[in-house]
């Protein structure tokens, strides 16, 4: 079984940044698009980043397109995103996400895996 375990939240400052981890474990996914999501208090979970197996491609939610890079290591088997110029709006848990496929998709129903979360509050 796929195992996505999310790491790095914290509480920053606006303007401030942080990065996020998410270790897979249990199969090796470099030939799965991964992706990022977040879901603030009272919000749908909403797509935030997605990236290819390969790591070439990738693709961003207009809201943090410039702030957020997604990248991976799959070396290590990890995902990861770069989060810059933090807002009180991306305030969220933040979910890590899979599946085998090599569409990027933007919803969560694309995705077989999930992670546990990991909790960004930003101040302002």
């Known amino acids: 079984q796929v195992q996505l375990a999310e790491s790095g939240g914290g509480l920053v400052q606006a303007g401030d940044s942080l990065r996020l981890s998410c270790a897979a474990s249990?199969?090796?996914?470099?030939?799965?698009?991964m992706a990022w999501f977040r879901q603030a208090p009272g919000k749908e979970r909403e797509f935030a980043a997605a990236?290819?197996?390969?790591?070439?491609?990738?693709n961003y939610a207009n809201s943090v397109t410039g702030r957020f890079t997604i990248s991976r290591d799959n070396g290590k088997n990890t995902l990861y995103l770069q989060m810059n110029s933090l807002k009180p709006e991306d305030t969220a848990v933040y979910y890590c996400?899979?599946?085998?496929?090599?569409?990027?998709?933007?919803?969560?129903?694309?995705?077989?895996?999930w992670g546990q979360g990991t909790q960004v509050t930003v101040s302002s």
């Open positions: 249990g199969r090796t996914l470099s030939t799965y698009v």
């Open positions: 996400a899979a599946t085998p496929t090599r569409t990027l998709g933007i919803g969560t129903s694309q995705y077989n895996y």
């Open positions: 990236i290819s197996g390969s790591g070439d491609v990738a």
